[in-house]
């Protein structure tokens, strides 16, 4: 049964860190590239960080060298630790495989405001 639980989201000040989680159920997890995407309110969900089965990472331009992708393959866990947050970085942050499946988790939604 597929399975995606996001966490760690929260309001954070601008320049703040967050550490996000993902859940992610091993049929997803074992061979595959995953991913964290991010939707903002109007916008389109867009790929903001990738890490491969071989935890080779790439990192969309807006986040790049702010963000860091994990994985934990004991665990089928994926992290996202993500520091000097922008109000630009609010949006409800989902794991899922690259490319993505069509199902989502619920996501966890991250808000960068003084």
């Known amino acids: 049964q597929v399975q995606l639980v996001e966490s760690g989201g929260g309001l954070v000040q601008p320049g703040g860190s967050l550490r996000l989680s993902c859940a992610a159920s091993?049929?997803?997890?074992?061979?595959?590239?995953m991913g964290w995407y991010r939707q903002a309110p109007g916008k389109q969900r867009e790929l903001v960080a990738v890490?491969?089965?071989?935890?080779?990472?790439n990192y969309a331009d807006s986040v790049k060298g702010r963000f860091t992708i994990s994985r934990d393959n004991t665990k089928n866990m994926v992290y996202l630790q993500m520091s000097s947050l922008k109000p630009e970085d609010t949006a409800l942050y989902y794991c899922?495989?690259?490319?993505?499946?069509?199902?989502w988790g619920q996501g966890t939604q991250v808000t960068v405001s003084s």
């Open positions: 899922n495989k690259v490319p993505s499946l069509d199902y």
């Open positions: 091993g049929s997803i997890f074992s061979i595959h590239g």
């Open positions: 890490i491969t089965s071989g935890s080779v990472t």
